[in-house]
């Protein structure tokens, strides 16, 4: 059976997409093992926006191209809290495809089904 972790982004923080390595998501304890599920909530759904930038000088990326690049090095889902989305007045055409919204009630199921947590 796979290890089910939830790692959650309540701020905007460097390593969810700006420095996302192999390297860094492994000693991150993130590997292909485990089955890794995203949730951005609160602040951290500014990365859920396709019009972000990340990165500095020429290694800038769109928020999709990094996301494609994140998702390519671990098995499981990306969410964003619906309700945090509305509130920062990300309109739904540009929230990065591969994230689904999901309900502020839905979040404490989601912890639940994980073995282990990690809040960022």
Sequence with gaps: MQRKV???FEAPTVFILECTTPEVVSALGINPELELTILLRKDGVIY???AKKV???ADRLTVVEA????????????????????QRGIPAKRIVS??????????AHLIDENNTVMVY
């Design 98 to 107: 591969q994230i689904e919204l999901l309900p502020r009630k839905n979040v």
């Design 55 to 57: 990165g500095s000088g």
């Design 48 to 50: 859920a926006d396709r």
């Design 67 to 86: 996301w494609k690049s994140m998702e390519s090095l671990f098995n499981g889902h990306i969410y964003a809290v619906k309700e945090d989305i509305e």
């Design 6 to 8: 939830l790692a959650i």
